[in-house]
T-cell receptor, first 115, second 111 residues
């Protein structure tokens, strides 16, 4: 079974520029998550989709971050304009459905450095 | 804001010893509890999950849950150098089963 695919794996941009990350979840997984992990910290949930609807985006900085999941499969996370503090790993994850005991599976992550 | 706290570490144990990792959570309504392992530069991978009070064993790993004390732990028996990693505690709850992570504990197993 193919895992969660993410691209690009690494990106270096200057502050105030924009960047977009793409995620393809495990086939058949209805729930998709974007997490931000800053070095030395645990992952922080940015947004959670159930199919193509948003169920939680309470920690998404909406003035600069946006995400969409068209057709309930692939997803894109965009940052515009980027700030230095956005330097982090952006982890996409998926699960069959969100539920008690349900396991989520992470992709390899997209490493962002803002200079 | 729901919080998940882990012993800050780093934790260092000799090879063959038992490593004990601890986690507390603030939301009494939390339903499921997970331990992830994260090697440096890699993404988190699931080790175990538990949702009933008591112990759950899987090979060298034992997860323990005490909902009354809002406490979950992970024991690693016969620790190996390959167990050296950051261990993340994660707690799920709420209508959307949102998964909240702690900051992680760095474990080093010395040969």
């Amino acid at each position: 079974e193919a895992g969660v695919a993410q691209s690009p794996r690494y990106k270096i941009i200057e502050k105030r520029q924009s960047v977009a990350f793409w995620c393809n979840p495990i086939s058949g997984h209805a729930t998709l998550y974007w997490y931000q992990q800053i070095l030395g910290q645990g992952p922080k949930l940015l947004i959670q989709f159930q199919n193509n609807g948003v169920v939680d985006d309470s920690q998404l900085p909406k003035d600069r971050f946006s995400a969409e999941r068209l057709k309930g499969v692939d997803s894109t996370l965009k940052i515009q304009p980027a700030k230095l503090e956005d330097s982090a790993v952006y982890l996409c994850a998926s699960s069959p459905v969100a539920g008690a005991g349900n396991t989520i599976y992470f992709g390899e992550g997209s490493w962002l450095t803002v200079v | 804001q729901k919080e998940v706290e882990q012993n800050s570490g780093p934790l260092s144990v000799p090879e063959g010893a038992i490593a004990s990792l601890n986690c507390t959570y603030s939301d009494r309504g939390s339903q499921s509890f997970f331990w992830y392992r994260q090697y440096s530069g890699k993404s988190p991978e699931l080790i175990m999950f538990i949702y009933s009070n008591g112990d759950k064993e899987d090979g060298r790993f034992t997860a323990q849950l005490n909902k009354a004390s809002q406490y979950v732990s992970l024991l690693i028996r016969d620790s190996q150098p390959s167990d050296s990693a950051t261990y993340l505690c994660a707690v799920s709850g709420g209508s959307n089963y949102k998964l909240t992570f702690g900051k992680g504990t760095l474990l080093t197993v010395n040969p």
